[in-house]
């Protein structure tokens, strides 16, 4: 009894300490949008009051989630993959591989908000079910080049190629959503059990690597992207249009009650979509597979249970807060006469905006871990802050001018794949993990509605110039991260020059 007492103890402790690491990743965000809102893009008070409630869930929820994804979501995907790769049998490993990949990424609730977010033309079920299969067809891939040492450079070559030669036989106004759809997929329900697959699969290899868990999300973001590109060929839509952001109607305290409370049972429901698959795979594993610690199962239910609360806040308060917030700041500095000041102000957005997703939270831990502090939470961090900065700046620009999608993704992806033969293998697998990553909730349900609203109020075309904001966020991180590779490359190889030259001049003075 005094163990679970202290088992619970801590974990209200580590809350605690997740909470107030989410507060300062949400509050710079928060005060930028309190600052517009009061002057560019005023709302009545019981949006404003929404908003801020909003915050609130968004914060709690963060803090709760990470607890649970560090304490279960992790520990599952190890456990599953260590279990299945005991056999060793690629022809029972590939299928377990590519079902799982699929059904977690069809409940993923970052893509759940950028489907629903487009018109029942596009058919939100339809590319749910076409991202799935490129999730799980691509985790195969993964686990093949794992199994036989090939180089993730050469993989993400022909991968990357294939895409912008499919981009010439796609709908101009489909390309920018098939990217985006590569952006939202891996999300923090996926990112960590995905990575701990990719840790559990190294073992089929003998010469056993840490960096070997990493370029799993990357290759699962690409998939999609194909598959998307291969929906828009077949089904040839005639256009793409987004569902326009609800105004909260909030004339009191009841109102306001109710927009949340409404809001509740459809969370809870796609939550639990998204933690059923992954409950139901790691009790067959666990009656089938290798066995677990009594202490050790209770604390993954336990995990389980804060991840799937945690979500549900902090999706709650990002769609009742955020998004109705992000498509009226976008509309608003549309229709006045400073609407280029939307582009340095989404930079502000972009560079806040990542700190505040909890997959990033999630993979920045396991990375600082698996690398034993080679690279540090906060660089990594910053890193990605400023590389979405840039790609949130050059995606409204973009909107602003109306310029194809593909003049600024086809430089950026060579750049990024020039950067891999110069970067370490480790940086360059991370960098592409995060594309993935920092294009999460937080980008989907502010970001994009925001760019959406500013793009319709500037009377653009949504499928080909309001779409396309989350695959710039996916893709610069490409550069950022492997830059800092290069800089840590750059900086051991120093290290051991002046360890050589002191040696030798040791060695001198011996003689």
């Not at 059904?103 to 977010?117: G, N, S, Y």
């Not at 990575?195 to 190294?202: E, H, K, L, R």
């Not at 291969?230 to 005639?238: A, C, Q, R, S």
């Not at 905006?353 to 600082?368: D, G, S």
């Amino acid at each position: 009894m005094r163990s679970k007492n202290r088992f619970l103890f801590s974990d209200r402790t580590v809350i605690s300490q997740n909470v107030k690491e989410a507060f300062s990743s949400v509050f710079p965000i928060a005060i930028v949008i309190l600052v517009l809102l009061g002057t560019l893009a005023p709302i009545d008070s019981g949006t404003f009051l929404a908003f801020l409630l909003g915050a609130f869930l968004v914060v709690f929820g963060m803090g709760v989630f990470t607890l649970g994804a560090n304490t279960a979501m992790v520990q599952i995907g190890r456990y599953v993959s260590s279990s299945v790769v005991k056999t060793k049998k690629l022809w029972v490993i590939l299928p377990i591989f590519f079902v799982v990949g699929a059904f977690i990424t069809v409940a993923e609730p970052d893509l759940q908000v950028l489907a629903w977010q487009l018109s029942e033309s596009v058919g939100p079920w339809i590319l749910l079910i076409f991202v799935g299969v490129g999730v799980g067809v691509f985790l195969v891939i993964a686990v093949l080049r794992t199994v036989f040492n090939v180089k993730l450079n050469v993989i993400l070559i022909i991968c990357y190629a294939a895409v912008f030669i499919l981009a010439f036989f796609v709908p101009k106004n489909f390309v920018p959503l098939s990217f985006d759809s590569g952006g939202v997929t891996t999300g923090p329900m996926s990112v960590p059990f995905i990575i701990a697959m990719g840790t559990g699969v190294a073992y089929l290899r003998t010469d056993k690597s840490s960096d070997d868990g990493f370029g799993f999300t990357a290759l699962c973001s690409v998939g999609p992207i194909i598959t998307v590109m291969i929906l828009g060929i077949v089904f040839k839509p005639e256009g793409i249009t987004a569902a326009a952001g609800e105004e909260l109607v909030v004339n009191d305290s009841k109102d306001l009650f109710s927009v949340f409370i409404g809001l509740l049972p459809k969370y809870l429901k796609e939550v639990g979509l998204a933690i059923l698959p992954i409950f139901t795979i790691f009790f067959i594993v666990k009656i089938f597979g290798g066995r677990i610690a009594k202490s050790e199962f209770i604390r993954i239910l336990v995990g389980m249970a804060y991840t799937y609360f945690g979500l549900v806040l902090f999706l709650v308060g990002i769609n009742a807060g955020f998004l109705p917030v992000g498509s009226i700041i976008g509309k608003a500095l549309a229709e006045t006469d400073y609407a280029a000041l939307m582009i340095p102000i989404a930079m502000v957005f972009g560079f806040f905006v990542v700190a505040a997703e909890p997959a990033v939270q999630v993979l920045a831990k396991e990375v600082y871990e698996i690398t034993d502090g080679a690279v540090p939470q906060k660089a990594m961090k910053l890193s990605l802050m400023a590389g979405v900065g840039v790609a949130a700046g050059l995606s409204f620009l973009r909107i602003y001018f109306s310029i194809n999608v593909m003049w600024f993704l086809v430089p950026i992806y060579v750049i990024a794949i020039v950067l891999t033969f110069f970067s370490p293998e480790m940086f360059t697998a991370i960098a592409f993990d995060s594309g993935g990553v920092a294009s999460g909730a937080m980008t989907a349900s502010f970001i994009l509605p925001m760019a959406l609203g500013f793009c319709r109020a500037l009377g653009g075309d949504l499928g080909t110039d309001g779409f396309g904001t989350v695959a710039f966020v996916a893709a610069t991180p490409l550069i950022a991260i492997q830059i800092l590779g290069v800089v840590y490359r750059i900086k051991n190889r120093k290290v051991a020059s002046e360890e050589a030259t002191a040696e030798a001049a040791e060695n001198e003075i011996i003689e």
